[in-house]
């Protein structure tokens, strides 16, 4: 079950709750948005890309753009957690900035201030309107990375990484995204097969290389239409062989054309 979930066009937040929640793996995607999870209980791990952290309570999990990444519940036992996505440009977030890049998971248990500012996401949902508390939570969020940065916490030193072969794969398909020929690019780079290179995404990352690539692709296509770019012009700057390709993943992966800008 879900305590409450909250959604604008800008900003994403979500306060769940379950007491029983089943094995398996949740939530595999990535997105233009920052994400920020506040885990409060639960027996869980959370990778992101080619990292894998086993989540403490307290942990705060910060997934920057275009990071592919899920959550993979361990035991069935209660699980709690808080879930906000913003853009750091639209909801005037500028202090998430001075997190550096390589900080994911920061353990924030007892430090009372951002404790308190979670507390007050509960109070300020109960009591405001929409555009209120969407305002309120960008301060917030601003609070939080300016706590971060000023009283540096303790890092997450449960990190290990998934197949170094995986991570081969993962850097050379970001490194050259827009110009992968095919998944045999890859396998060729790493002299491997297709076949084990398709097994190994599936064990490891719970999806196709062809998929990841493909999300991927979207999502830069997506962030340079938003930048002004002509869906045209763009579908082939990020790989795709003709333009009716593009338009139909681009349809089926957001919901709506590339020339609707939402």
Known sequence: ????????????????ISENLPCG????????????????DGDATHV???????????????????????IQIDSPVRYERYDILF???????????????????VNIAGNAIIEELF?????????????????ILSHLLSE????IHLFPQTFSETTTNLSPLLSKALKYANDNLCTIAGIGEIANHLFVSESYLFRLF???????????????RLLFAQNMILNGGKPTVVSGQCGFCDY?????????FFGHSPSEKI
């Open 244 to 252: 009716t390709t593009f338009y139909r993943n681009y349809v089926a």
């Open 119 to 135: 507390r007050k996401c509960d109070v300020y949902y109960q009591i405001s309107d929409r555009n209120t508390f969407e305002k």
């Open 87 to 105: 853009d750091i440009e639209k909801n005037q977030v500028e202090s998430a900035k001075l997190i550096s890049e390589e900080i994911e998971v």
């Open 144 to 147: 939080l990375f300016y706590n």
């Open 48 to 70: 992101i890309e080619d990292r894998k952290y086993k989540l403490k309570k307290g942990d705060l999990i910060l997934i920057r753009p275009f990071r592919y990444h899920f």
């Open 25 to 40: 793996t949740y939530s595999m995607h990535t997105h233009n948005a920052h994400e920020l999870i506040y885990f409060l």
């Open 1 to 16: 079950m879900s305590d409450y979930i909250w959604t604008t066009d800008k900003m994403f937040f979500k306060h769940e």
């Open 202 to 216: 599936q064990k490891e990352l719970h999806q196709t290389p062809k998929k990841y690539i493909m999300e991927k």
